[in-house]
């Protein structure tokens, strides 16, 4: 991987505007709402609905930053980017691990941030929680990373923010970490476990939770990665080619 690149394309997401509105701010907002609403009451012993809502809004804000950073690729094809990057020895694989890894980075502040607005808030966990909820919640951004990396790949500059944007709301009311799916209408809790997001908070929530899913989740969260990965790759060869 090209750490020069990397570190290029991470200095150009944060000197973004819109990176800690978006990327940080929005999701620490929907979290101070959500746990208002639903309160601080116990839903299992020792774990409160104010930290399942944190798990949730924490998976739905690292997901968000992953998910839009591969909208900017859209950008850079229709400013040429991929131009210059054919005259380097950049290659595929290279590329998707470089944009995959801006994407993990912009997730940890979103992390960081919601889980410290959790401890404000009265939230108490083992060690050994925190930091397995944070590592799986970080990892699980891998295959959203990927996901708006191909977007990217395939939408126009104009465009692709909004249909991002669009793809927002069922991965984040389907995937049970606005609403718990339970109460939704049969269908629509079907439709919710297939969504990605579903799993991530399912990961997320299992060191608080507990839960047998866990390898079932690491396996759908795995096919979302790697059938993406796939088509990223194809699509940058391709783009690289007739440039």
Do not use: C
């Not at 509105?21 to 959500?34: K, S």
């Not at 949730?56 to 950008?75: E, H, I, P, S």
């Not at 929680?129 to 790949?153: E, H, S, Y």
């Amino acid at each position: 991987m090209n750490l020069n690149y990397l570190a290029l394309e991470i200095k150009r997401i944060v000197r973004s505007p819109q990176f800690a509105l978006f990327t940080i701010g929005m999701p620490l907002a929907m979290f101070l709402l959500f746990g208002g609403i639903f309160g601080a009451r116990d839903i299992a012993p020792g774990v409160s609905t104010a930290t399942v809502t944190m798990v949730n809004m924490a998976a739905y804000g690292a997901m968000t930053a992953a998910l839009f950073t591969g909208t900017r690729v859209a950008t850079e094809r229709t400013d040429g980017w991929q131009r210059t990057l054919r005259l380097t020895p950049m290659r595929a694989p290279g590329y998707l691990m470089v944009k995959v890894s801006a994407g993990l980075f912009v997730a940890l502040p979103v992390l960081l941030v919601i889980f410290a607005a959790g401890m404000i808030r009265g939230i108490r966990l083992e060690t050994g929680q925190w930091l397995t909820i944070f590592g799986t919640l970080w990892l699980g951004t891998l295959p959203f990373a990927v996901l708006g990396l191909m977007i990217g790949l395939f939408g126009k500059g104009d465009t692709v923010q909004a249909v991002t944007g669009a793809l927002m709301l069922p991965l984040g009311m389907f995937g049970g970490l606005w609403i718990p799916l339970q109460v939704l209408p049969a269908w629509m809790n079907t439709a919710g476990h297939l969504m990605p997001t579903y799993w991530l908070g399912e990961i997320g929530r299992a060191p608080v939770l507990g839960g047998a899913g866990t390898l079932t989740a690491v396996g759908v969260l795995a096919a979302w990665l790697v059938i993406p990965a796939l088509v990223v790759m194809a699509r940058f060869r391709l783009d690289t080619a007739r440039l």
